[in-house]
């Protein structure tokens, strides 16, 4: 409690005191109990109300899930609706794909085999090279494992074959997605001409995921243009939208899609965006441990991130997007506000970094680059 309200409190009770009724005779004694417990009562009704707004506890995710955007990808109006979901939520499902759900239970058996291995040689077979690597429980919020596409190790105990093609049929449907999504948002698409510019990243997360009474609160999560995870059975998932919290229920056997903070940035703000990855529902869990196998498309670490817009007209002469950036490097401010801009660029290899190891409940961090 802070020294204005200690302040206050003191006060108050002064006041009270000086109110007071004198000591009960016995013969009065309970109908004085009575009043003087309604008089606690009223202090201490008085009291909370006198709080300063900084002591308001913070409130809690509501449980019931949110509608959740199902989207056929066999429909004629596919990237119409990709858009809408996008720009409006920032999160969907998506069915009639062809991943079958025998894979995606192969896919978990190897992560459950990996978690069950001694912490030792976690560490061994999976060596911190961050963002790859092993990340033990020391928040208390579970352990992951960070995989590149192809699913590697250091040890020839495990080959992980089941994974590896889940990530990359994952990563598949997740360029395909990208691809509608700019169409749709108005932006060219970097990574359709040049494949090198996007890699995949694999997370397997398991642990007390998603308490109700700690949603979350590290960071461990990474930058990405779309996050893609698939539904194996009825599970409810927390994810951090744009506007809070929100609890999702997908549809067994669909794929949970995301938008992620760098898809945001390209569409130079029409994408609505969902922070971190997806957060299981501990009650819904069927044992202690939630498993939890992400897909992040994301980009290589010596890239840089800026809106994708169009030519501009800027004093009349047509600016490109190297003009644009020219300016932004010389401070010229007013120049890149008359394009329309809402994000100035900046590294992915240090947006990266506050990402992964900053709290995940704490100010946005492109809050940072907006203009």
């Known amino acids: 409690m802070t020294s204005s309200a200690q302040e206050q409190t003191k006060h108050l009770l002064k006041m009270d005191s000086t109110t007071a009724a004198p000591p009960p005779t016995p013969s009065a004694q309970p109908n004085s109990q009575l009043a003087s417990s309604a008089a606690s009562a009223d202090i ?40 809408s979901a996008s720009s409006q939520r920032g999160y969907f499902q998506l069915t009639n794909h062809n991943i079958p759900s025998k894979l995606a239970t192969s896919a978990e058996l190897e992560s459950v085999s990996l978690f069950d291995l001694p912490k030792d040689k976690k560490e061994s077979y999976f060596p911190k090279n961050w963002p790859l690597g092993f990340e033990g429980d020391e928040d208390g919020n579970g352990e992951s494992f960070w995989l590149d596409a192809e699913c590697s190790t250091v040890s020839t ?56 009474d ?42 949970m899609v995301t938008v992620g903070d760098i898809a945001q940035v390209w569409s130079n703000g029409k994408l609505k965006k969902v922070r971190g990855r997806p957060k299981a529902c501990l009650g819904d869990c069927e044992n202690s441990r939630c498993i939890s196998m992400s897909l992040l498309v994301t980009l290589p670490s010596e890239s840089t991130v800026s809106p994708l817009l169009p030519k501009v007209i800027t004093d009349g002469i047509n600016a490109s997007e190297d ?14 506000c008359k394009t329309g801009r809402r994000f100035g660029s900046f590294p992915f290899d240090d947006y990266a970094w506050r990402v992964y190891h900053g709290p995940l409940l704490f100010k946005d961090p492109l809050d940072k680059y907006r203009i």
Not at 55 to 74: E, G, K
Not at 193 to 211: A, F, I, V
């Open 323 to 336: 003009e644009i950036r020219e300016d932004e490097e010389q401070d010229n401010v007013h120049s890149v």
């Open 44 to 83: 201490l009704s008085r009291l909370l109300h006198r709080l300063p707004p900084t002591l308001s506890l913070p409130t809690r995710r509501s449980s019931p899930a949110t509608s959740f955007p199902l989207i056929s990808l066999s429909d004629p109006n596919l990237q119409d609706l990709l858009f």
């Open 157 to 212: 105990e495990f080959v992980l074959a089941s994974l590896r093609e889940l990530t990359r049929a994952l990563e598949k449907v997740g360029l395909e997605v990208i691809q509608m999504l700019s169409n749709g948002a108005g932006f060219e698409n970097p990574l359709k001409e040049d494949p090198t510019r996007n890699c995949s990243l694999l997370c397997l997360h398991g642990g007390l995921d998603g308490n109700d």
């Open 214 to 255: 700690k949603p979350g609160l590290s960071g461990g999560s990474y930058p990405y243009i779309v996050g893609l995870q698939y539904q194996i059975r009825c599970q409810k998932y927390s994810l951090l939208t744009d506007s809070g919290w929100v609890t999702v229920l997908p549809q067994v056997d669909s794929i």
